[in-house]
């Protein structure tokens, strides 16, 4: 720089003030629209999760009911100890196959709003050999 201006000094820019004044407020407006959008999302992802880990537990439970059925044991108690809390496991044989379906409510949103419900279903072959399935 030859004799002019230090950079950025009278090169014919506005000063800007850092707050304009129509803008003050904006943040909190923003956060108060934003705020429970995001609340209600998250909400969302964790009976999503909720959702998805009840239902493998059903599966596990099922499948756990079915082959003990299948081998001649009670298939229920299985199942039960495998099952979600509050789960229902119900079996039913038909000629030489073991059905188990395992239900469990999942909260939606919190405690206040009405439950839905997964369920998983395993089917198995009764074993040759063994004690027909108790029912």
């Known amino acids: 720089m ?6 950025g000094v009278g090169c014919g820019t506005a000063r800007r003030r850092p707050w ?8 909190t407006a923003e956060l108060a629209v934003g705020l429970p959008a995001l ?4 909400l969302a992802g964790l009976t999503a999760v909720d959702a998805v ?7 596990d439970a099922a499948r756990e009911a079915a082959l003990a059925a299948a081998r ?9 100890r495998y099952a979600p ?9 038909v000629g030489d196959r073991v059905t188990a379906t395992v ?5 939606t949103l919190g405690t206040r709003l009405p439950r839905s419900t997964v369920s998983g279903v395993a089917v198995a072959a009764v074993e040759p050999g ?5 029912p």
Request: aromatic letters at 6%.
């Open 2 to 7: 030859s004799g002019g201006a230090p950079y």
């Open 20 to 27: 304009d004044a129509r803008e003050r407020g904006s943040f």
């Open 39 to 42: 609340m209600f999302l998250l």
């Open 53 to 59: 880990t009840t239902r493998a537990g059903c599966v």
């Open 72 to 80: 001649g044991e009670p298939g229920q108690p299985a199942g039960a």
């Open 85 to 93: 809390p509050g789960a229902e496991v119900t079996l039913t044989v």
């Open 103 to 107: 239900r469990a409510p999942v909260r």
């Open 130 to 134: 063994a004690p027909g399935p108790p």
